[in-house]
């Protein structure tokens, strides 16, 4: 289904172009809504100023001259530099109806320099080289000078499905698109050059939107299958969920994944090795503490659990495989993080074979590397990668990174662009597996839980603001998962 939140190819984007063309809406009223949704940002944004457009020979071009239109028109100082002329069609009209001067776009960067606010409008998500050396002249005079930058689809010489530029791309205040967004919005590093993404409506239909795969990360997507408690609900309706415990001296971070569980599932169980008892017995309050010996015992104590979080300094050794073993012959859902993904690295295939559409995978890029070699070099991007990767181990994988993206074994993907700079700090990712894990045990799918605690870890980086530490997170989720219940759902990858 078609969904606000979905992220179109530049490929899927043309179509919807099509779609709407052929179901009677005219070409150039998009690209009319285009450019006046760039002067509505524009004039939202900032006080009358003089503003250059910076105007290329194609489409993107025909929406900078449109915008110019509206902008001169409520009284702004414009002044349009252009890149060739449009040839036909309706860059051509746009440019037609621009009845003040063009001046040509100049090598020298001195012409570009002269507007408070510049719009870049040469090239649009189709480029896929390095700029004219004019477009890179203009565009890095204006960024030198610390003009702010809108950019009109998106930075010029930023392709719109890659995740970084060939060659240079100026860095944006501000990106206003249209309909939907392409990879290149929420990709790292095209992100941060696109600085604040607005997606505007232009009229494109969502019946003329093909059926995309990609989204966005947002509640809307996962929220109809959230894990709410019901009004006769007890400790053991809401998800019992287990966390495999480290060592005596490695035991803060199943700590912190069972801590974060804890807010999510009705109870927590660690299960630890006999002599760390002591350690996690004097931390722990809610969750409780089950020693165990061996992969016999553990497969005794896990038969009535729902969830299992393992790897968080688990170790890596054959203990924490034979874990791993003995909780995939199991009924529950398993997360495996960290050491449990690392100690399969001479022989992944035997991890996969364990594996199956319940259970998720939450590897960093190293972590990820180890499972899977080349393949994220391979890419083309973080998505195709975590896709691959999703296909071959037969599970949900959930790829981290500051544009964290979960797929699923179906090719359903989603980018998490909730997120904090903040959170790159130890102990994260065992908070962000403790969630995960919480979700499963209450009986989330696998994919919607994984979206749901990717999103739900960044807000509450996000809430919680600078200088965090992962034992902050878990006292946030309280006010995350207040926040979650105004908000409507959409399930369009709830499953």
């Known amino acids: 289904m078609t969904s606000p939140f979905q992220i179109l190819t530049v490929g899927e984007m043309y179509a919807a172009d099509r779609a709407a063309a052929e179901g009677g809406i005219q070409s150039f009223s998009l690209m009319q809504r285009a450019g006046e949704a760039v002067a509505r940002e524009v004039m939202r944004r900032w006080s009358k100023r003089p503003v250059t457009v910076l105007c290329g020979p194609g489409l993107n071009g025909g929406d900078g001259y449109v915008a110019a239109r509206v902008l001169a028109g409520e009284g702004w100082d414009v002044r349009v530099l252009a890149l060739g002329e449009p040839g036909e069609g309706d860059a051509a009209r746009a440019r037609g ?4 001067p063009a001046e040509p776009l100049s090598a020298s960067p001195t012409p570009s320099c002269e507007g408070g606010i510049v719009i870049d409008a040469l090239f649009g998500a189709g480029l896929s080289r390095p700029l004219p050396v004019e477009a890179e002249a203009a565009l890095g005079a204006a960024e030198a000078a610390g003009l702010p930058i809108v950019a009109v689809d998106l930075p010029s010489g930023l392709p719109g499905d890659a995740p970084e ?6 860095r944006a205040t501000v990106t206003v698109t249209f309909h939907r967004k392409k990879p290149a919005h929420v990709l790292e590093p095209a992100a941060e050059t ?3 993404v607005v997606v505007a409506d232009i009229g494109i239909p969502d019946a003329a939107t093909p059926q995309a795969a990609l989204w966005e990360n947002d509640p809307g997507l996962w929220l109809d299958r959230f894990p709410w408690p019901q009004r006769n609900a007890h400790k053991h309706s809401r998800g019992r969920l287990g966390v495999v415990g480290g060592k005596r001296f490695d035991t803060g971070a ?10 999510l599932a009705g109870t927590v169980r660690v299960y630890c090795p006999p002599e760390a008892a002591p350690t996690y017995a004097a931390h722990l309050e809610a969750a409780m503490l089950k020693p165990f010996e061996g992969s016999g015992e553990l497969l005794e104590l896990a038969k009535v659990m729902d969830a299992f979080v393992i790897g968080p300094a688990a170790g890596i050794d054959e203990a924490t495989r034979s874990n791993v073993e003995t909780l995939a012959s199991t009924e529950a859902a398993l997360v495996i993080d960290a050491d449990a993904i690392t100690v399969f690295r001479d022989e992944p295939e035997a991890l996969f074979a364990l594996l199956d559409e319940k259970d998720v995978l939450t590897p960093h890029a190293g972590e990820f ?12 991007d973080k998505i195709a990668a975590a896709r691959e990767a999703a296909r071959r181990a037969g599970c949900t994988v959930l790829l981290k990174g500051p544009d964290t ?3 699923a074994p179906d090719g ?9 700079p903040w959170l790159a700090t130890a102990g994260s990712g065992d908070v962000l597996a403790g969630i995960v894990g919480g979700l499963l045990a209450g009986g989330m ?13 960044g807000d509450a980086g996000v809430r919680f603001g600078p200088a965090l530490c992962a034992e902050d997170l878990p006292g946030m989720l309280p006010q995350v998962v207040a926040g979650l219940m105004g908000v409507e759902p959409d399930s369009a990858c709830s499953r």
């Not at 530029?165 to 100026?170: L, Q, T």
């Not at 359903?412 to 904090?420: D, E, F, G, L, P």
């Not at 799918?445 to 870890?457: E, L, N």
């Open 165 to 170: 530029p060939p060659g240079y791309a100026p």
């Open 412 to 420: 359903r993907a989603v980018v998490n662009t909730r997120s904090t």
């Open 369 to 380: 590397e180890r499972l899977f070699p080349g393949v994220l070099e391979a890419g083309p």
């Open 97 to 100: 109806e621009w009845t003040g």
């Open 254 to 263: 199943a700590r912190l994944a069972s801590r974060s569980g804890l807010r």
């Open 405 to 407: 993206v979960i797929a």
């Open 445 to 457: 799918p696998s994919f919607g839980a994984a979206c749901a605690g990717a999103w739900m870890h």
């Open 194 to 196: 696109c600085g604040e």
